[in-house]
């Protein structure tokens, strides 16, 4: 491609808004270009990367036997209402009328459609396993849509579902999914870490993520460096803590303006383990009224929320979300607000694991001013309800964990018979049974890929592509386009590039060389060769854009001549 002849265009001045420097560097070198919150176009250099990331994630699920397919984006609501997720997925799932007055959605995901699309097609056991996939575009109408492609409300998903006739097959489907990813992410060159993921209300550990490494990460990482166990903080364990327990006799105490655990234990000189912290949450419930949720966990412990969360939804599957409750609806339902404690009425109560049955803890007294030490002795739900801290001991081999950010970048799952039940999607068995499917699904973020790399491998100078997955494999400047011989020559290893199969792009644009030198750094194509004073020794300019390393070339060795 010919510079001047391309849609490649450059800026100097940093984009407002943008705050990653992946998101900088990619609409200032012309890759992505804004068009509304969470929406983007993918300019030629975008979709170039795009095309490059798609390939590579091609190239692994077809040698993993799964076959491609393409799934309307348009999805029918009748779909959604049989597995009950068109009334339970939040606002993230955009819903729409057409003129017949019908519900639509634009796909968030693609369960449904998949299972829809499967059904009735494939009758029996011998026609398992099998496994779909799509690289397509989802809509989630995202609360904050940031960061560039990372988190948008358009954007392009690699989705897999995988169908079995048996949980073993689909452990043995998971398994190999998990061996392609790893596959697809050192193809693409970044650094990455698989951690245990949420799994929901169901549990378990059939759900694993597929984190790059970086600090601007959404997501908090437990790694440990020992043993090599890594978690999501939302599914995170620890080796149990053993907080020595308090020997206080079950009291009443003034506190007056003592609320926070902090407060407490400073002004009664007592550690924050002694003390019981309530976390009050708003629970937001399918049938349209929300409620009250009350955590009790250790004073030095905090609450994790997906867990806060899952817990609450496996006593109540109608529970849709929690959110943070503000002390005036508290105070409105008639909450002491600091100084809640033990005793404290809500619609759901839950208590950590590690709360210790028949322990005395310092707990709000539920009147103002007031604390008590109280002995705790029934406790009605219990959940692992922490987030696990960095110095906590790993659960497997008890030495410290580390905390680390990542973006989460790759997810699979097994759903088991999640979607196929309600959906009443079935197989018959080897005794002619009609079964529901078991199921897996997989996603890889492929335009969340772009900015994620971006973010990962660029410099203080600009973007910084390992060649496979750059718009451009190597860029030719011609110094000074008015100079016959250089301008002679740049064309002459451009054809010569070209005719070899080289993805190239000359820049032959009339500019200042410092200008085409900085666009080179900005773009981040793995290699330039600089056409320029040198050619006067018969030599060229080769510079790989990583290491800034430059090193003279024979004119007569490049031109193969
Ligand atoms: P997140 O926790 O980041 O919101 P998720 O867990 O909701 O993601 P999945 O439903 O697991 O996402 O979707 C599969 C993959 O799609 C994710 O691993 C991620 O890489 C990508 N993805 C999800 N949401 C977005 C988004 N808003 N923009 C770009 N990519 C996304
Ligand atoms: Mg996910």
Redesign the pocket.
């Known amino acids: 491609m010919r510079m001047t002849q391309s849609f490649i265009y450059t800026t100097k001045e940093t984009p407002k808004d943008a705050e990653l420097k992946s998101h900088q560097y990619l609409l200032r070198a012309g890759y992505i270009q804004q068009v509304g919150a969470g929406i983007y176009n993918l300019l030629p250099l975008g979709f170039e990367v795009l095309e490059n990331i798609k390939s590579v994630i091609r190239e692994q699920m077809n040698a993993s036997g799964a076959s491609e397919l393409s799934l309307g984006f348009v999805t029918p609501a009748s779909l959604w209402q049989k597995s009950g997720r068109f009334e339970k997925y939040g606002k993230e799932l955009l819903r729409f009328k057409d003129r017949k007055d019908q519900d639509f959605v634009l796909g968030p995901t693609h369960e449904e459609a998949i299972v829809e699309c499967v059904k009735g097609r494939v009758k029996s056991y011998k026609q398992l396993p099998l496994n779909l996939y799509q690289i397509h575009l989802k809509f989630r109408d995202e609360l904050r849509a940031r960061f560039g492609l990372i988190r948008g409300r358009e954007f392009v998903m690699k989705d897999a579902y995988s169908f079995h006739s048996s949980y073993e097959d689909l452990d043995r489907e998971f398994a190999l999914m998990e061996k392609t990813y790893r596959e697809i992410f050192d193809s693409l060159g970044v650094e990455y870490a698989v951690v245990e ?1 949420d799994s929901g209300a169901i549990g378990g550990s059939g759900s694993k ?1 597929f984190m790059l490494l970086a600090d601007c990460g959404e997501d908090t990482l437990l790694v440990c460096k020992d043993c090599g166990y890594a978690s999501n903080i939302e599914a995170g364990k620890r080796k149990k803590k053993d907080y020595p327990q308090s020997t206080q006799a079950p009291a009443e105490i003034s506190t007056p303006s003592l609320k926070s655990i902090d407060e407490l234990s400073l002004a009664l000189n007592i550690p924050a383990y002694h003390i019981l912290k309530c976390v009050a949450k708003g629970v937001r419930m399918q049938e349209g009224e929300s409620k009250v949720a009350i955590f009790f966990i250790n004073g030095a412990d905090e609450l994790e929320e997906t867990k806060a969360y899952n817990a609450i939804s496996k006593i109540k599957s109608s529970a849709l979300e929690l959110y943070d409750i503000s002390a005036q609806e508290l105070e409105s339902k008639g909450y002491c607000v600091g100084f809640m404690g033990l005793g404290c009425k809500g619609d759901f109560v839950v208590f950590d694991e590690e709360i210790c049955e028949g322990g005395v803890y310092l707990s709000g007294a539920n009147k103002s001013d007031t604390h008590a030490y109280i002995k705790v002795d029934s406790m009605a739900h219990r959940a692992d309800l922490v987030a696990v801290q960095e110095g906590d001991a790993c659960p497997c081999c008890g030495k410290p964990l580390m905390h680390k950010k990542g973006i ?1 970048v790759g ?1 699979i799952f097994k759903l088991g018979e999640k979607y196929s039940a309600p959906m009443g999607a079935t197989f018959l068995d080897v005794n002619g049974k009609a079964q529901n499917f078991i199921m897996g699904c997989y ?1 890889i973020g492929v335009s969340r890929l772009i900015s994620a790399i971006a973010e990962q491998k660029s410099d203080e100078r600009g973007l910084v592509w390992e060649s496979g997955i750059a718009p451009y494999e190597c860029m030719i400047m011609i110094s000074n386009i008015k100079n016959d011989s250089q301008r002679e020559i740049g064309e002459r290893l451009y054809k010569k590039l070209k005719k070899d199969g080289v993805k190239v792009l000359l820049d032959d644009r009339d500019e200042r060389f410092g200008a085409k030198m900085t666009d080179f750094e900005l773009l981040g194509i793995p290699v330039g060769y600089l056409i320029g004073r040198s050619l006067e020794e018969g030599k060229v300019e080769k510079i790989y854009r990583k290491e800034m390393r430059k090193e003279l070339i024979d004119l007569a060795q490049i031109l193969g001549e």
Request: aromatic residues 0%; proline residues 0%.
């Open positions: 993921a993520e989460e997810h996603g």
